[in-house]
């Protein structure tokens, strides 16, 4: 699977952006997706994940009930829609996919990685 993120940008805290995850080389959907971030000087961190089937998703505790994570297997995105954003937010937001369908929060889990997109929230 390959994977393209794209969406980053510069936004005053209180602001809102869509993160887009485009994959693509594989026929099947079956993969679940992860999203991650790395702030300046600080280890990659979980954000969320969600299923295959977009069913199912999970959340961060720093991210949660601000931000929401969707995908639509018939164009194979998966989006990541941040709202009331904090400068805390600021960092490099990775998409990645792994081999399972429901994949943990652990970043060894996952597979494929896009190549970073840059959020930067200021005060």
């Known amino acids: 699977v390959q994977l393209q993120a794209s969406g980053g940008g510069s936004v005053q805290a209180g602001g809102s952006l869509r993160l887009s995850c485009a994959a693509s080389g594989r026929s099947r959907s079956d993969y679940g997706v992860g999203w991650f971030r790395q702030a300046p000087g600080k280890e990659r961190e979980f954000v969320a994940r969600?299923?295959?089937?977009?069913?199912?998703?999970s959340y961060a505790g720093s991210v949660k009930d601000r931000f929401t994570l969707s995908r639509d297997n018939a164009k194979n995105t998966i989006s990541l829609q941040m709202n009331s954003l904090k400068p805390e937010d600021t960092a490099i937001y990775y998409c990645?996919?792994?081999?399972?369908?429901?994949?943990?929060?652990?970043?060894?889990?996952?597979?494929?990685w896009g190549q970073g997109t840059l959020v930067t929230v200021s005060s």
């Open positions: 969600i299923s295959w089937s977009g069913v199912t998703t």
């Open positions: 990645a996919a792994a081999n399972t369908g429901w994949p943990s929060m652990e970043r060894g889990e996952y597979v494929y």
